[in-house]
């Protein structure tokens, strides 16, 4: 399967972004992107971004104008990310707005107190559209799953997984006595041992950089891209 240009984690004014949705996309148009997501939080309690109904109607609203402007020329996502954890808005994601979304990425799963993969398995199969893990490292969210076991419960469950090259979702090792940065890389090369399991699975994959206020990080894909060619996983990639 041919090499593929996407993104489909990008933040707007309408949650902790710096841009309106017209200006995602007209970046990842201009650098050949053949589709982009839109992914603001939603329904995240403390999260900047809407947290009722008609506030994050308003925001798909708004992604769905840009997305008949743009027509044929690219292909344009509506989502939204939900911080999944003791945090997350009582009034849950009701389904008249999952009817007008593409997908939805859940961020710490698995970390911060937050709720675990159980619990995404028990809303999941309620939840009638794609559903993500954003910019998730592995080894840090599951520690105790066996890598085996996590790569069954994702495929069972249609649980796909987002690669984010994203700098500031990347895992950082620091010198223990200096301090000093040893290294930085993205999560998914320090769990490739997890990506090597999902080649020949139904486990879908995306691209997402997390983009907030760094225009260029839109287009700025070509490690996870890179990742994808490597292990031969480009059949897992999904059109969302």
């Known amino acids: 399967m041919k090499r593929r240009k996407i993104n489909y984690h990008n933040h707007t004014v309408f949650s ?20 982009v997501g839109i992914s603001d939080h939603c329904f995240s309690g403390i999260k900047l971004g809407p947290n009722d109904v008609p506030s994050v109607e308003s925001y798909i609203g708004a992604v769905d104008k840009v997305r008949e402007r743009y027509g044929e020329k690219i292909r344009v996502a509506v989502g939204m990310e939900v911080a999944f954890g003791s945090n997350m808005a009582e009034s849950g994601i009701p389904r008249r707005v999952c009817d007008r979304l593409d997908y939805i990425l859940f961020e710490y799963v698995g970390l911060y107190r937050g709720f675990g993969l159980r619990e995404l398995v028990a809303i999941r199969r309620d939840i009638g559209l794609p559903v993500g893990l954003a910019h998730t490292d592995m080894d840090l969210a ?9 790569a069954d419960i ?13 700098r500031r979702n990347m895992r950082v090792a620091l010198h223990p006595v200096d301090g000093e940065e040893l290294y930085i ?3 998914y090369r320090c769990n490739i041992d ?14 997402g950089t997390d983009t907030h206020d760094n225009l260029s990080d839109v287009a ?5 891209a890179d990742f994808i060619e490597e292990l031969g996983l480009w059949e897992n990639v999904l059109e969302l």
């Open 16 to 35: 902790d972004g710096s841009f309106i949705p017209a200006v995602i996309v007209a970046e990842a148009y201009a650098k050949g992107l053949e589709a």
């Open 142 to 150: 599951f520690p105790d799953v066996e890598r085996e076991k996590l």
């Open 154 to 166: 994702l495929e069972k469950e249609d649980i796909f997984v987002e690669l984010c090259p994203a």
């Open 185 to 187: 890389k993205p999560a």
């Open 194 to 207: 997890f990506y090597r399991l999902v080649r020949g699975r139904r486990i879908g994959l995306t691209i």
């Open 220 to 224: 700025d894909i070509g490690d996870a």
